[in-house]
């Protein structure tokens, strides 16, 4: 009850229990069909179940005289939800010329659960070959993301008259996320040391999926905005330095904005709701501008690996105190790893022993990269892990 007892805001004070658990089952069949030398024909299906009960007690005042007052009171509920997904699938990978390939494809998807909706979705990919060392490709598909049910707190409690009655009690069926999606991108081969590989991307979406913590208990929900975006540009550079020394290095540029709420009003507040149902929408909580990655490889010995890593982060969304719900940034972070990893051949048949020692934040780097204000749910700061050590081992058979 502690959670009771030093609220912040005692006219929203609650806490709870939630339990959950979801069984999944299917089965799935792919068939290729070799038609002659251009073009190779991929067909299948595949069909899902699932089945997810929610569980959940919650602690709060009676408010129904407008101030928090009385006793505790206990409300419980449990319910339980089925989807079924069916998938079909059918494409070509046409090669008409050594040069050129493209892929055509079609696919089908229907579910079954808290709506019975569906989808044809085609899809076409180019890629252009223009030697060994460029490589060129372009792509457009339609596509059908349910949510998964066991990350949904579908179960609608009686909070009426107390403090954990939400601003807004509906948008408990989030629907399937339909979107269009292009891509375009690029390989080059510079010399026999240097690879890059460039990606830009842009999804429009109806019924925009996202997923956030809120309430008291800090588990995953689902919700659904009316419609969205996502953009952003993937560079991953390869450098073989020398024979033993390997450098790779990837970074990413990204955003993603959600305008107005098909599902999951009763998961926020109302100055949340207003936020995001505003002409300008809101960002993603998790629509970080720029992460990056470097990895330093150098074989020490025949079995003996040696390596650092560098982490990068900037711009996951906040907002300063009053402001627009995720209108601000959190400021940039790096963390600096290091990892050292021998090998053992064992006496056995293709068997060998993997040992490993890793220092995760090397200069014991002390951050947040989410401070847990401003953005959509609950508030809570995630902090980065302290310098830390770990010792492993594999064995492989």
Request: proline content about 4%.
């Amino acid at each position: 009850m502690n959670a009771l007892s030093y609220a912040d805001d005692v006219n929203s004070a609650q806490t709870s229990n939630q339990g959950r658990t979801a069984y999944s089952g299917g089965f799935r069949l792919d068939h290729t069909w070799v038609l002659n030398n251009q073009h190779l024909i991929k067909g299948g299906m595949q069909f899902d179940y699932s089945r997810a009960s929610n569980v959940t007690q919650i602690f709060a005042f009676g408010d129904s005289g407008g101030v928090p007052a009385g006793p505790v009171i206990t409300r419980e509920a449990s319910n339980q939800t089925i989807q079924t997904r069916q998938e079909f699938w059918l494409q070509d990978q046409w090669t008409p010329h050594e040069q050129w390939t493209f892929n055509v494809g079609v696919r089908g998807d229907a579910i079954q659960g808290f709506y019975n909706e569906g989808q044809v979705s085609p899809r076409i990919g180019v890629t252009y070959k223009h030697d060994q060392s460029n490589v060129f490709h372009a792509y457009y598909g339609r596509l059908f993301t349910p949510p998964n049910i066991e990350q949904i707190a579908f179960v609608n409690l009686n909070t009426q008259d107390t403090t954990a009655a939400p601003d807004d009690p509906t948008g408990f069926r989030p629907r399937a996320e339909r979107a269009h999606y292009f891509e375009v991108g690029s390989y080059h081969a510079i010399g026999r040391y240097v690879t890059l590989e460039l990606v830009g991307y842009y999804k429009l979406a109806n019924f925009l999926s996202d997923a956030g913590q809120f309430g008291t208990t800090p588990l995953l929900n689902f919700f659904a905005f009316e419609r969205g975006w996502q953009r952003g540009i993937d560079a991953a550079l390869k450098l073989q330095m020398r024979d033993k020394l390997t450098l790779r290095g990837n970074v990413a540029w990204g955003q993603c904005k959600g305008y107005g709420l098909q599902s999951g009003q009763y998961l926020l507040d109302q100055a949340e709701i207003n936020d995001i149902t505003s002409s300008s929408g809101v960002f993603c909580d998790h629509s970080q501008f720029v992460t990056s990655s470097a990895v330093l490889t150098y074989r020490l010995l025949e079995r003996t690996i040696i390596t650092g890593q560098m982490l990068y982060g900037y711009g996951l969304r906040t907002a300063e105190a009053g402001a627009k719900t995720n209108s601000s940034h959190e400021p940039s972070y790096a963390v600096y790893n290091l990892s050292l990893t021998h090998t053992i051949p064992l006496p056995w048949h293709g068997q060998k022993l993997l040992l490993g020692f890793d220092l995760i934040n090397l200069f014991d780097r002390q951050y947040f990269y989410n401070s847990g204000e401003g953005s959509i749910g609950l508030g809570v700061a995630h902090a980065g892990m302290p310098r830390s050590f770990f010792f492993r081992a594999q064995w492989f058979f």
